[in-house]
């Protein structure tokens, strides 16, 4: 594997280019078998997103993303924004077709998916662009697996200027050489990431599925609960929260209709609630400065689609993993507590990570499936007892430790079991996914002789 560390001297190449990541050679890497070509010359179609106009965001419409909704190998499905069809319109240039490449040129720079084939209607803001390429040429999945290896992390980087916001202009973009791989290495790695995104699909429409289940059994409907604005609370009904969201009706009769019905109980009497640590931001590295050994240090953040992201923006030393000793497992429900409070997440097979101190994680000792757990809390009946407890301490949300008094209803055993089926299928299909990712990763750094 290449590092910066390694590299004391560096060739200014005749170019008005001054970083020293910019003149990092690429003759460390044998590309002697591998014809090389820039994206300029690969491409159909290549531009940036914008800001739409008007009143921007809608509740509906066309799904519209911004750079942190993109992850590597995907997009976040649950948490973009929207605007209207007539906005996106305007915006043609950038509206998303199937196995478009999107990168992140803002911010945090380079970070790398394709649109599946289920996306519907989409488009990108300013910070993020697109790129079209001519299949006839090159895979684009292939595309997409190589610019995930450090090789593709480098090229981007050096293009990027560094200043305090790094940025990505679409002419230096255009400039990023591609190893072409032969066809037949290009298949194989497409299948992989193929399938991939087929198990991420299922995965997903499985906890659809599941929540629709749990709704469904509770008969309650959300839209006929009482949501006054204006309302009052008795002196006598007051308890140690003076808060106006605590009493609010809306949240206060969905758990009063889910009791009319279910007995329930409360997460801090089924699971053991843990917290996770702070590190101190010397203690972080990011992908080009990682080693084989480090571990990935997931924030609030790094949550999307109900999993953790493997490839976070911040890795963390093995000791320091270690010492922390987290001990976090499959079927630990993770939930963000603070800052962008009530995303749920679960652990798979292979996820070995840091959680940040913003997450809490459950383990269920008894009575109730984590499967069952996790599906409840992805539900707006969940939420809604979420909801009333949030402060702001300084500047950031919080539930504090009110976690554990969040009441689930007891549903008859074999709705429980229905729904657990659905959600441990899903999370199987997760774990499957991120292996044939990291197996299509793997083979691309064989293939251009990076292996770490």
């Known amino acids: 594997m290449l590092h910066l560390?390694?590299?004391?001297?560096?060739?200014?190449?005749?170019?008005?280019?001054?970083?020293?990541?910019?003149?990092?050679?690429?003759?460390?890497?044998?590309?002697k078998d591998i014809p090389l070509k820039f994206i300029d010359d690969i491409k159909i179609h290549i531009t940036n997103g914008a800001t739409p106009f008007g009143p921007a965001y809608t509740k509906t419409g066309v799904k519209f993303f911004r750079a942190n909704d993109i992850k590597l190998f995907q997009f976040d499905l649950l948490n973009h924004k929207y605007i209207s069809q007539k906005d996106s319109n305007v915006l043609k240039r950038s509206i998303l077709q199937?196995?478009?490449?999107?990168?992140?040129?803002?911010?945090?720079?380079?970070?790398?998916?394709?649109v599946p084939k289920n996306m519907g209607d989409a488009n990108i803001n300013q910070d993020i662009a697109l790129i079209r390429l001519n299949k006839k040429l090159v895979d684009p999945y292939y595309f997409v697996a190589l610019f995930a290896t450090t090789f593709g992390n480098l090229q981007i980087k050096r293009f990027a200027t560094e200043t305090i916001n790094p940025f990505l202009g679409l002419g230096n973009l255009k400039k990023i050489k591609v190893p072409i791989s032969n066809r037949s290495q290009q298949k194989q790695i497409a299948t992989l990431l193929k399938e991939a995104e087929s198990k991420s699909i299922?995965?997903?429409?499985?906890?659809?599925?599941?929540?629709?289940?749990f709704i469904q059994a509770l008969g309650i409907n959300l839209k006929k609960i009482k949501k006054e604005n204006f309302y009052k609370v008795n002196y006598k009904d007051l308890c140690n929260l003076w808060m106006p969201k605590f009493y609010y009706p809306l949240y206060q009769n969905t758990l009063k209709e889910i009791k009319k019905k279910f007995e329930t109980v409360k997460i801090g009497e089924i699971a053991d609630i843990s917290k996770g640590d702070e590190v101190g931001s010397k203690n972080y590295k990011r992908y080009l400065e990682k080693t084989d050994t480090d571990v990935p240090f997931i924030r609030t953040s790094d949550i999307v689609n109900y999993e953790i992201d493997n490839y976070p923006d911040f890795y963390i030393s093995e000791d320091i993993y270690n010492e922390l000793n987290q001990n976090v497992s499959v079927g630990?429900?993770?939930?963000?507590?603070?800052?962008?409070?009530?995303?749920?997440?679960?652990?798979?097979?292979?996820?070995?990570?840091?959680?940040?101190s913003h997450i809490r994680w459950l383990r269920i000792k008894e009575r109730l499936s984590p499967y069952y757990v996790f599906a409840f809390l992805t539900t707006d009946f969940a939420l809604h007892q979420v909801y009333r407890y949030i402060v702001v301490q300084a500047t950031i949300p919080t539930i504090s430790n009110n976690l554990a008094k969040i009441e689930i209803p007891i549903l008859p055993e074999?709705?429980?079991?229905?729904?657990?089926?659905?959600?441990?299928?899903?999370?199987?299909?997760?774990?499957?996914?991120?292996a044939l990712v990291k197996q299509a990763k793997d083979m691309v750094e064989r293939i251009i002789g990076m292996e770490q």
């Open 332 to 356: 630990d429900i993770l939930f963000t507590n603070d800052g962008k409070i009530g995303l749920s997440a679960m652990l798979t097979e292979d996820d070995k990570c840091i959680l940040q």
């Open 98 to 114: 199937a196995e478009d490449v999107v990168f992140t040129i803002k911010g945090k720079v380079g970070i790398i998916s394709m």
């Open 5 to 31: 560390t390694k590299v004391h001297w560096i060739i200014v190449e005749e170019e008005d280019r001054w970083e020293p990541l910019y003149h990092l050679e690429m003759r460390k890497l044998d590309f």
């Open 202 to 213: 299922r995965a997903l429409e499985k906890i659809r599925q599941a929540q629709d289940l």
């Open 414 to 434: 074999d709705r429980q079991k229905e729904i657990s089926e659905l959600v441990k299928d899903a999370f199987e299909l997760k774990g499957e996914r991120k």
